[in-house]
């Protein structure tokens, strides 16, 4: 996936600071520039509303933590967030239940397998092992504070919509079309309910679920939310604490190890950064203390993760100096 174009461009220091805004939005559209024609990858099918996306469709934001922002291409195209709403809905669940309350309900490990592998559950005894595949969403979720299920869904809702610095709404025809095809995640609730990792009803958990995935989102927004997490919980655009920096710490600390599921191995090799993907084409990575990228196109690689946004993402992070891991300049990762 890493390919040499990108592989090959000087490794920049990682530092506290982003550049100068110019240079910024120079390699912004440099990035778009280098990807935009790049034709692999296949739209994901298996929800039949998302087959209908535009394969050309590609944008990229980023936003640093002072709200500086800089686009390129089609950064104001929504779409429905999908899988990326589970590092955010995470975050908020952390937030109120505690660091210890998620790492043994739930867990923190990789599973190494598909992010909607039932195998992966049975092969654990029943732990979902981490939130941000499917059947550690669905038990997150099922966490989300709240005295009904419509209680719940508000909560989320509205804690994404902090998380953006603007009212998300759920787009009906994802959802329904969701629903139509979500008989594994159905199935995975049951599994966690059978091992008495899901305590309501799980058909109402898999609804929240669905509509989470379902809210319609920008690659600007993406970058929004993940600068609020780069900035210790605070949104950089509106300046509302949405999380503590303790939670924004263990969510990026998961997205690390979890955040592009059987690839995030190779992910956090090349690129250095927390990222978190979905099928619809979106990608958010974020550079703590600096700010974060969001990415959108729709042709995924066989794991479910935007190509282009991943070329770009690499791309970026060694132009801007966001690898956390790059404390000198280097000429080539290749070398």
Request: net charge negative; hydrophobic share 45%.
């Amino acid at each position: 996936m890493f390919e040499s174009d990108v592989l090959d461009v000087t490794q920049q220091a990682s530092t506290g600071d982003l550049p100068a805004k110019s240079h910024v939005d120079d390699l912004i559209a440099d990035a778009h520039a280098r990807y935009a024609g790049l034709s692999d990858g296949v739209v994901a099918d298996y929800i039949p509303i998302l087959a209908e996306a535009e394969p050309s469709w590609f944008g990229l934001t980023l936003v640093g933590i002072n709200g500086s922002t800089h686009s390129a291409g089609d950064a104001d195209i929504t779409f429905s967030i999908q899988s990326i709403s589970k590092a955010f809905v995470f975050a908020l669940v952390c937030e109120e239940v505690g660091h210890a309350a998620i790492h043994d309900r739930i867990g923190v490990n990789n599973t190494g397998l598909p992010f909607n592998s039932v195998m992966a559950v049975e092969l654990n005894g029943g732990n979902p092992m981490n939130s941000m595949v499917n059947a550690g969403a669905i038990a997150t979720t099922a966490l989300m504070p709240g005295r009904t299920i419509a209680a719940k869904w508000e909560n989320i809702r509205n804690g994404l919509s902090r998380f953006a610095g603007r009212a998300l709404e759920m787009d009906d025809t994802v959802y329904e079309s969701e629903m139509l095809t979500n008989q594994r995640n159905k199935a995975i609730a049951r599994l966690l309910q059978s091992y008495k990792r899901l305590d309501p009803d799980p058909l109402d958990i898999v609804d929240i679920y669905t509509r989470q995935c379902a809210l319609s989102v920008t690659a600007t927004d993406l970058a929004i939310m993940g600068s609020t997490l780069a900035n210790g919980g605070v949104n950089p655009i509106t300046g509302e604490q949405v999380v503590s920096a303790w939670a924004s710490r263990d969510t990026l600390a998961l997205l690390a190890s979890c955040g592009l599921y059987e690839r995030s191995g190779e992910w956090l090799f090349e690129v250095g950064l927390p990222a978190k993907s979905g099928v619809s084409g979106g990608i958010v990575a974020v550079a703590p203390g600096k700010g974060a990228l969001g990415a959108f196109s729709p042709p995924l690689d066989s794991a479910g993760n935007s190509i282009r946004g991943q070329r770009a993402c690499a791309y970026l992070s060694r132009s801007l100096g966001l690898n956390l891991f790059a404390s000198s300049t280097l000429d080539s990762f290749a070398s």
